[in-house]
């Protein structure tokens, strides 16, 4: 039900954007989020969006990226600026399983997208 796409190969500083397709069904009453997974780590968030698009972001990557989403077209977005090798993980998209709650914890997410890998190198 969910997919995210976008990832790929960066060079330190620079951009990519993440998109994430819903099918089947709309989340616009449920908060989606941004994870990630660093081999050896555990999912990690990242960044959550609520269904008025309010947002939060882990402090490692505040004004770096921009979570965005559009209900109209069901999709949700990660705008990714000045990358940094630490960065470099699997990009999960998720909703919340619950309607109307602002959540962060991965356990609080009941659809996932299957991952994209995003690689920076030094």
């Known amino acids: 039900q969910l997919q995210a796409s976008g990832g790929g190969l960066v060079q330190a500083g620079g951009s990519l954007r993440l998109s994430c397709a819903a099918s089947?069904?709309?989340?616009?009453?449920?908060?989606m989020g941004w994870f990630r997974q660093a081999p050896g780590k555990e999912r990690e968030f990242v960044a959550v969006?609520?269904?008025?698009?309010?947002?939060y972001y882990t402090d490692s990557v505040k004004d770096r990226f921009t979570i965005s989403r559009d209900n109209a077209n069901n999709t949700l977005s990660l705008q990714m600026n000045g990358l940094k090798p630490e960065d470099t993980a699997v990009y999960y998209c998720a909703a919340a399983r619950d309607r109307l709650r602002v959540v962060r914890h991965p356990s609080a997410f009941g659809f996932w997208g299957l991952g994209t890998q995003v690689t920076v190198s030094s």
């Open positions: 089947g069904r709309t989340f616009n009453m449920q908060a």
């Open positions: 969006i609520t269904w008025t698009s309010i947002t």
